[in-house]
């Protein structure tokens, strides 16, 4: 039976990547996007929802199908505070993730982050580390937590810190350091996701970034 997919995070350099995998995949025969501002992309397939996401009252019973993707995320320079980055980071995905469950949603694929922990003295990587705790007890069947290291690819806005961060990490892993969080295309990581949604594998699972080269060869 085909299923039907629901994605937020669509105009991100992931999330993009993956709604385009999932039209052209014929296991899913819709995919719904919610979003703040169009993504462009066009399809008989694909169903695109405006929505505040401060109001989950209105798309709430949107909400439905069989695989949530969410790849929802910015930068602290873009959202502009702490705060602002940890309504979109956290609270939408997290608000977004309980509808899901709570309207029967049975899997559910989730962008983190290496190094993710609720003990981190970083703050992303403690917001991560939250989001990653509080939707693990949510009711799905199969939950997948990839975790992939910086992320290059086509942006639409450029990032100069993680043009920065590239270099430096490629030229240290060149000497064997810091292979934990080695670059990783935004291609590759919406092949990970896209994998694990199909394969579904019941239980939690954190999929951390040698896994997800792996699972996106899959």
Same mark, same amino acid.
Not at 89 to 111: C, E, M, R
Not at 186 to 199: D, Q, Y
């Given at each position: 039976?085909? *299923? ?19 039209? /052209? ?14 993504? +462009?992309?066009? /399809? ?13 009252? @209105? ?5 439905? &199908? ?10 602290? @320079?873009?959202? &502009?505070? *702490? ?45 991560? &580390? ?34 920065? +961060? ?9 000497? +064997?350091?810091? *292979? *934990? ?10 092949? /990970? ?14 999929? /951390? ?10």
């Amino acid at each position: 039976m085909k *299923k039907i997919a629901l994605v937020i995070g669509a105009t991100g350099l992931v999330g993009n990547e993956l709604v385009k995998l999932l039209l /052209a995949d014929e296991r899913f025969e819709k995919v719904l996007v919610f979003v703040r501002r169009p993504t +462009g992309l066009s /399809a008989s397939n694909l169903e695109e929802y405006l929505v505040n996401f401060n109001d989950p009252a @209105s798309w709430s019973h949107l909400v439905k &199908g069989d695989v949530l993707f969410s790849s929802m995320g910015t930068t602290l @320079s873009q959202a &502009g505070s *702490k705060d602002a980055q940890y309504k979109i980071d956290y609270t939408y995905q997290y608000n977004f993730a309980s509808t899901g469950a709570a309207n029967g949603i049975p899997t559910y694929v989730l962008i983190s982050s290496a190094g993710a922990s609720t003990d981190s003295k970083l703050f992303y990587s403690r917001m991560k &580390g939250e989001l990653e705790r509080d939707v693990q007890p949510l009711n799905f069947s199969s939950i997948h937590l990839i975790q992939p290291s910086l992320l290059v690819g086509d942006r639409d806005k450029s990032r100069l810190g993680e043009k920065a +961060g590239f270099w430096v990490l490629t030229a240290l892993n060149t000497l +064997g350091l810091f *292979k *934990k969080y080695r670059p990783i295309t935004g291609s590759t990581v919406a092949w /990970a996701m896209l994998n694990a949604g199909v394969n579904a594998d019941p239980g939690s699972h954190t999929v /951390a970034l040698a896994d997800v080269f792996a699972l996106a060869g899959g």
